[in-house]
């Protein structure tokens, strides 16, 4: 069956980074578009940053613009997220999304970022 686990979350002060991955499988990973989008404690679920299958083509919120950087590794079937200097506001549960060739779609559990001092 499908599985999208993330990893990488965790608690991290102002101006830190970290890198979230998503390990995918039951699924063709290189034909995929992934992405990852986020929900703050009280929000709606909103995109971060999306990746096409071949990596080619990226896009992101304005929020995170020359911030966060999305990677994907076709070999490893892994997306990534790449979080630098992060904010207060960054604090949200963080999800990787897959949308396979067939336009079927899929959601990982998530994982927690907290950005506090």
């Known amino acids: 069956q499908v599985q999208l686990v993330e990893s990488g979350g965790g608690l991290m002060q102002p101006g830190g980074s970290l890198r979230l991955s998503c390990a995918a499988s039951?699924?063709?990973?290189?034909?995929?578009?992934m992405s990852w989008h986020r929900q703050a404690l009280g929000k709606e679920r909103e995109l971060v940053a999306g990746s096409t299958s071949a990596g080619a083509r990226t896009n992101y919120a304005d929020s995170v613009k020359g911030r966060f950087t999305i990677s994907r590794d076709n070999a490893k079937n892994t997306v990534y997220l790449q979080m630098n200097s992060l904010k207060p506001e960054d604090t949200a549960v963080y999800y990787c999304?897959?949308?396979?060739?067939w336009g079927q779609g899929y959601w990982g559990q998530g994982t927690q970022v907290t950005v506090s001092s």
């Open positions: 999304y897959a949308t396979t060739g």
């Open positions: 039951g699924f063709s990973f290189s034909t995929a578009s």
